[in-house]
């Protein structure tokens, strides 16, 4: 019963910001899960974007290292990407994902939301 929501997706102009939000729901051990956002364009492969493994650890994707930084309210069940310094290859759709710490993969997957940068 884990699901997994986003929001925040949307039009930006070249060099704009957005924040995405992951609303996480069904389960009581939030503050366990390694969170992660993955984005795919269209024709390309699913890329990590950026994982977080508590509060103050996280890993990033080369192609967005210094630009995005993903967050988390464990006390909200909620985890965060801020993305900056957009350009128009970030246009894809993100999603957010949920792992027990020590699996290789993500056990649940939210809906994804569309991010589109464009002038």
């Known amino acids: 019963q884990v699901q997994l929501v986003e929001s925040g997706g949307g039009l930006v102009q070249p060099g704009g910001s957005l924040r995405l939000a992951c609303s996480v729901s069904?389960?009581?051990?939030?503050?366990?899960?390694?969170m992660g956002w993955y984005r795919q364009a269209p024709g390309k492969q699913r890329e990590m974007v950026a994982m977080?493994?508590?509060?103050?650890?996280?890993v990033y994707g080369d192609s967005v290292k210094g630009r995005f930084t993903i967050s988390r309210d464990n006390a909200k069940n909620t985890a965060f990407l801020q993305m900056d310094s957009l350009q128009p290859e970030d246009t894809a759709v993100y999603y957010c994902?949920?792992?027990?710490?020590?699996?290789?993969?993500?056990?649940?997957w939210g809906q994804g939301t569309q991010v589109t940068v464009s002038s």
């Open positions: 994902a949920a792992k027990f710490r020590g699996d290789a993969d993500p056990s649940y």
């Open positions: 069904g389960t009581k051990i939030f503050s366990m899960f390694v």
């Open positions: 977080t493994y508590n509060t103050h650890a996280t």
